[in-house]
């Protein structure tokens, strides 16, 4: 799948005038297509010296990807991370810069042309779907305004699928017990068999 690179400068004004001398311009080696979830793939760039971590982080933000397991924004020491996607994802750009005590790189992102759930999400707003409480204890509820099939998927930080259900056009709201999840945060989707109808976070108390 094609991709396009992008350089930016980052503002000065997010930085002091200490900081505003630039280490450079990140060069990305090698990166992983669009992908499903459950596939994953390391992206590369090239090691600039006198950097001492690179930050990695998305636009818009809240874009179900992982990097080394972890949702951005996700600083590392290394040169290399893992991009894993954890569910269906529209279009977005990963983006990362360089940084050490005094000066910055320029940034540089990725843009990946996943389509992906994204024409759902308009034609069914995501006011008609709502999901709590949030945080839980030991079971959710779903109400569903669309009057349409489909199903709610919970995964875990790593990409796991630890629970579904399913959502039926004549009941407007499902109650799913899932009371046996450990404590943390877990991200869902609202899918219908058009894509995605909606998504996000959720904690267990």
Same mark, same amino acid.
């Given at each position: 799948?094609?991709? @396009?690179?992008?350089? @930016?400068?980052?503002?000065?004004?997010?930085?002091?005038?200490?900081?505003?001398?630039?280490?450079?311009? !990140?060069?990305?080696?090698?990166?992983?297509?669009?992908?499903?979830?459950g596939l994953s793939g390391t992206i590369v760039i090239t090691p600039i010296p006198g !950097?001492?971590?690179?930050h990695w982080?998305?636009?818009?933000?809240?874009?179900? !990807?992982?990097?080394?397991?972890t949702l951005p924004p996700y600083e590392t020491a290394s040169n290399s991370v893992i991009l894993s996607y954890v569910?269906?994802?529209?279009?977005?750009?990963?983006? !990362?810069?360089?940084?050490?005590?005094?000066?910055?790189t320029d940034t540089t992102c990725i843009n990946y042309p996943c389509t992906t759930g994204i024409e759902s999400a308009i034609s069914n707003p995501q006011?008609?779907?709502?999901?709590?409480?949030?945080?839980f204890t030991d079971k959710i509820t779903i109400t569903n305004k669309n009057n349409e099939a489909g199903e709610i998927i919970l995964y875990d930080i790593a990409g796991r699928i630890v629970a579904q259900a399913s959502l039926s056009a004549k009941a407007e709201t499902v109650e799913v017990p899932i009371g046996d999840l450990g404590a943390g945060m877990y991200l869902y989707e609202v899918r219908n068999k058009s894509?995605?109808?909606?998504?996000g976070k959720i904690i267990k108390s």
């Open positions: 799948m094609k991709k @396009l690179l992008l350089t @930016l400068s980052l503002p000065l004004f997010l930085f002091n005038q200490t900081k505003a001398q630039s280490l450079g311009h !990140v060069t990305i080696v090698s990166a992983p297509p669009c992908a499903t979830p !950097v001492d971590f690179y982080f998305t636009v818009p933000a809240q874009v179900f !990807v992982l990097l080394n397991g569910g269906s994802t529209p279009s977005y750009s990963l983006c !990362v810069y360089g940084y050490n005590s005094c000066c910055f006011s008609a779907i709502t999901i709590s409480p949030n945080p894509g995605v109808m909606k998504k």
